[in-house]
């Protein structure tokens, strides 16, 4: 589908809705549907094992397969997702990261098999690996490996696959972490620098075709609800990305300078309670990437408005689908020049923004770039006390969110009269079924070509050669996503980032936090012993940002906080809980997984004799799913409904008083 010009309304950006789920067949069937509903571009999700490099069978993959996405393990699977879509005629977006070069690889793999030139191929896949040690958490290797598998992805794709955007700097999870406009442009600006450099420092691109490179480079940015704000950061972000792309690269060509970015408005605004209010902040969001034409988005895709209480059915996509398709062919949206050009309190907060950006992008420079300051723990840091100076000021009242903290009573919703049909339900033999598939895809497929190419690839990893080739060559003989990480975990080690805890607080104590932490002192002086909390995240679910925040405030009211960050088996974080001997274990988990990895920890703990040690949990968790989490045992269960972190803490106390049998 091409991108439009600013007057044609027949034909709109690239509209998509983020979508795959449970496996590659039922994923092809809701593409079609999607397709047919006039959706002009697919965006897949893929599931957290195939983000993360693993096989539906490995144990971290336990509770997650197909959960947040579609389980792709093998070249088999890509051809069953886009079975009957000619690769040819799409445009593809798969957000996929440490595992990009292999998803491509699989995609490529698939187009050739259905005769496409693959010089023809157009998409985007992100590999932004920075802000994954930023935010999502989806990382596998060090820094240095990472940004050299994106380094040989960006210069292959420039050669052989010259219309696929390579990597899609993201700075939308960066503001789903907490960063302000500022934090989210620097910080992208300087991911996009250090891509830049180690591409061009390679010497895989002659310098005379750079251009190229940086023609390709797109960007996903977030669109929260403060419009003026927002469309000035979209407009300062264009502005910036010229000026980078001329002074430090010289190129000369304005067509290869333009900021070509995506969005998808902000999920991290979308809320639990009333939840029919996330309709208006999408259109919202959606307007203010879109009303001005000198900073609007090439393709949109919407989240659902039920996002916030589980995974969204294929209606709430449509719906989300309906709302671009209007504003899109209903309006005048397109027929006229930028309405802002000229505004002075535009162009105000334009050069306000612009201002702290070039500071910000400064002071990482001089730490040596966004590779050190992510070693550093400097920008996890900023991010986590960003989101806890926010948090504060949603407490205190002085930021609303209708329905939450404001105009909070509300009439039964019928959107929800269908209570657990309300969201879309996995089948728990969805799991199962992959991992027999998986053993039957190895014991079917030749063993000898297998090895032959894992041995490549691990030998072209410990030189400089560029690895998308013998990528390429584990896919076509039937390498699985976790033999291709694996053999590059053995070459490049694995990694685990900065929590950016540490040094972050809350700030000056208000009255409430005063009085949690002096009942914490108390129970600590009762039992002889300072309070202790271990906050884990059980599991391959790297969204963070809910565990940095308990810690952040479970310290601020005097409680030990052991946080050991993302991606720990329940038997890890039951060992870590016996050998601290914490008094409560709190359990974060936003994929869905819960019900498969929470109850494991209950029983771990009983297991090894720490069975008075009470288990909460924290997430996305359904009213049916909550009631099953506590008939196992499980103490306490949170929602995004529950925002007051400092209560949260006052009912963690009560609860250890109540287990070590302290009254009053």
Same mark, same amino acid.
């Given at each position: 589908?091409?991108?439009?010009?600013?007057?044609?309304?027949?034909?709109?950006?690239?509209?998509?809705?983020?979508?795959?789920?449970?496996?590659?067949?039922?994923?092809?069937?809701?593409?079609?549907?999607?397709?047919?509903?006039?959706?002009?571009?697919?965006?897949?999700?893929?599931?957290?094992?195939?983000?993360?490099?693993?096989?539906?069978?490995?144990?971290?993959?336990?509770?997650?397969?197909?959960?947040?996405?579609?389980?792709? &393990?093998?070249?088999?699977?890509?051809?069953?997702?886009?079975?009957?879509?000619?690769?040819? +005629?799409?445009?593809?977006?798969?957000?996929?990261?440490?595992?990009?070069?292999?998803?491509?690889?699989?995609?490529?793999?698939?187009?050739?098999?259905?005769?496409?030139?693959?010089?023809?191929?157009?998409?985007?896949?992100?590999?932004?690996?920075?802000? +994954?040690?930023?935010?999502?958490?989806?990382?596998?290797?060090?820094?240095?490996?990472?940004?050299?598998?994106?380094?040989?992805?960006?210069?292959?794709?420039?050669?052989?696959?010259?219309?696929?955007?390579?990597?899609?700097?993201?700075?939308?999870?960066?503001?789903?972490?907490?960063?302000?406009?500022?934090?989210?442009?620097?910080? &992208?600006?300087?991911?996009?620098?250090?891509?830049?450099?180690?591409?061009?420092?390679?010497?895989?691109?002659?310098?005379?075709?750079?251009? &190229?490179?940086?023609?390709?480079?797109?960007?996903?940015?977030?669109?929260?609800?403060?419009?003026?704000?927002?469309?000035?950061?979209?407009?300062?972000?264009?502005?910036?990305?010229?000026?980078?792309?001329?002074?430090?690269?010289?190129?000369?060509?304005?067509?290869?300078?333009?900021?070509?970015?995506?969005?998808?408005?902000?999920?991290?605004?979308?809320?639990?309670?009333?939840? +029919?209010?996330?309709?208006?902040?999408?259109?919202?969001?959606?307007?203010?990437?879109?009303?001005?034409?000198?900073?609007?988005?090439?393709?949109?895709?919407?989240?659902?408005?039920?996002?916030?209480?589980?995974?969204?059915?294929?209606?709430?996509?449509?719906?989300?689908?309906?709302?671009?398709?209007?504003?899109?062919?209903?309006?005048?949206?397109?027929?006229?020049?930028?309405?802002?050009?000229?505004?002075?309190?535009?162009?105000?907060?334009?050069?306000?923004?612009?201002?702290?950006?070039?500071?910000?992008?400064?002071?990482?420079?001089?730490?040596?770039?966004?590779?050190?300051?992510?070693?550093?723990?400097?920008?996890?840091?900023?991010?986590?006390?960003?989101?806890?100076?926010?948090?504060?000021?949603?407490?205190?009242?002085?930021?609303?969110?209708?329905?939450?903290?404001?105009?909070?009573?509300?009439?039964? &919703?019928?959107?929800?009269?269908?209570?657990?049909?309300?969201?879309?339900?996995?089948?728990?033999?969805?799991?199962?079924?992959?991992?027999?598939?998986?053993?039957?895809?190895?014991?079917?497929?030749?063993?000898?070509?297998?090895?032959?190419?894992?041995?490549?690839?691990?030998?072209?990893?410990?030189?400089?050669?560029?690895?998308?080739?013998?990528?390429?060559?584990?896919?076509?003989?039937?390498?699985?996503?976790?033999?291709?990480?694996?053999?590059?975990?053995?070459?490049?080690?694995?990694?685990?980032?900065?929590?950016?805890?540490?040094?972050?607080?809350?700030?000056?104590?208000?009255? +409430?936090?005063?009085?949690?932490?002096?009942?914490?002192?108390?129970?600590?002086?009762?039992?002889?012993?300072?309070?202790?909390?271990?906050?884990?995240?059980?599991?391959?679910?790297?969204?963070?940002?809910?565990?940095?925040?308990?810690?952040?405030?479970?310290?601020?009211?005097?409680?030990?906080?052991?946080?050991?960050?993302?991606?720990?088996?329940?038997?890890?974080?039951?060992?870590?809980?016996?050998?601290?001997?914490?008094?409560?274990?709190?359990?974060?988990?936003?994929?869905?997984?819960?019900?498969?990895?929470?109850?494991?920890?209950?029983?771990?703990?009983?297991?090894?004799?720490?069975?008075?040690?009470?288990?909460?949990?924290?997430?996305?968790?359904?009213?049916?799913?909550?009631?099953?989490?506590?008939?196992?045992?499980?103490?306490?269960?949170?929602?995004?409904?529950?925002?007051?972190?400092?209560?949260?803490?006052?009912?963690?106390?009560?609860?250890?008083?109540?287990?070590?049998?302290?009254?009053?």
């Amino acid at each position: 589908m091409p991108y439009p010009t600013d007057r044609e309304r027949d034909r709109p950006w690239v509209m998509r809705t983020y979508a795959g789920h449970s496996s590659a067949t039922a994923s092809n069937a809701l593409y079609r549907r999607n397709l047919a509903k006039g959706q002009t571009g697919l965006s897949v999700a893929f599931d957290l094992p195939t983000q993360t490099g693993y096989d539906p069978d490995h144990e971290l993959s336990r509770g997650e397969v197909g959960k947040v996405g579609v389980p792709i &393990s093998h070249v088999g699977d890509m051809r069953q997702l886009f079975d009957g879509i000619p690769l040819a +005629e799409a445009n593809t977006s798969m957000t996929i990261n440490a595992t990009a070069m292999w998803l491509l690889a699989l995609y490529t793999t698939v187009a050739e098999e259905q005769g496409a030139d693959i010089a023809k191929l157009m998409g985007t896949t992100q590999n932004d690996i920075i802000k +994954e040690y930023l935010s999502r958490g989806t990382y596998v290797f060090p820094p240095g490996p990472s940004l050299r598998l994106i380094t040989d992805m960006v210069a292959w794709t420039v050669t052989n696959v010259p219309k696929w955007n390579p990597i899609n700097i993201c700075s939308y999870h960066l503001q789903e972490v907490g960063a302000n406009p500022v934090q989210e442009i620097a910080y &992208s600006m300087c991911t996009a620098i250090a891509v830049l450099d180690a591409v061009r420092d390679s010497g895989q691109v002659p310098q005379e075709e750079f251009g &190229s490179v940086v023609a390709r480079m797109s960007f996903f940015v977030n669109a929260g609800v403060r419009f003026v704000e927002e469309m000035c950061k979209m407009r300062a972000f264009s502005q910036l990305w010229d000026e980078i792309t001329l002074a430090r690269y010289g190129v000369q060509n304005p067509k290869h300078r333009r900021f070509r970015y995506g969005v998808q408005v902000n999920s991290l605004g979308l809320t639990e309670a009333q939840p +029919e209010n996330n309709v208006q902040r999408i259109v919202l969001e959606m307007l203010a990437v879109s009303l001005s034409r000198n900073a609007r988005a090439r393709a949109i895709q919407l989240p659902a408005w039920n996002e916030a209480l589980g995974l969204p059915r294929p209606w709430d996509q449509q719906w989300a689908l309906r709302m671009q398709q209007v504003l899109a062919y209903e309006t005048d949206l397109l027929e006229y020049e930028d309405i802002f050009d000229g505004s002075p309190v535009i162009e105000a907060k334009v050069d306000e923004i612009l201002r702290g950006a070039r500071e910000e992008i400064d002071r990482v420079q001089a730490m040596g770039g966004a590779v050190a300051a992510v070693e550093s723990g400097y920008m996890k840091t900023q991010l986590v006390g960003s989101l806890a100076a926010r948090r504060v000021r949603i407490e205190n009242g002085e930021e609303t969110i209708v329905g939450v903290n404001k105009f909070d009573t509300t009439e039964p &919703s019928p959107l929800q009269a269908e209570g657990a049909k309300a969201i879309e339900q996995l089948d728990p033999a969805v799991e199962k079924d992959a991992v027999a598939a998986i053993q039957r895809w190895r014991a079917d497929r030749d063993q000898a070509a297998v090895e032959q190419s894992l041995d490549a690839l691990r030998a072209a990893a410990k030189t400089d050669v560029n690895l998308v080739t013998a990528t390429l060559a584990c896919a076509r003989a039937g390498v699985t996503t976790g033999e291709w990480a694996g053999a590059l975990r053995e070459v490049f080690g694995e990694y685990r980032a900065p929590t950016g805890v540490a040094g972050v607080s809350t700030g000056e104590a208000g009255a +409430e936090l005063a009085r949690v932490r002096d009942r914490v002192q108390r129970t600590s002086a009762e039992l002889g012993e300072r309070l202790r909390m271990l906050v884990g995240k059980p599991g391959l679910d790297g969204h963070s940002n809910g565990a940095e925040q308990v810690a952040v405030r479970a310290r601020d009211v005097g409680f030990e906080v052991v946080y050991q960050g993302i991606r720990l088996t329940p038997d890890q974080i039951v060992a870590a809980a016996v050998q601290e001997g914490v008094h409560v274990v709190g359990l974060s988990v936003l994929s869905g997984s819960h019900l498969e990895v929470v109850p494991a920890v209950v029983e771990g703990l009983r297991a090894a004799g720490a069975d008075d040690v009470p288990v909460v949990v924290g997430g996305i968790v359904p009213p049916d799913d909550a009631k099953a989490l506590l008939d196992k045992g499980i103490a306490r269960v949170f929602t995004p409904k529950d925002y007051e972190l400092t209560e949260i803490m006052a009912g963690i106390v009560d609860l250890v008083r109540e287990t070590r049998g302290l009254t009053g």
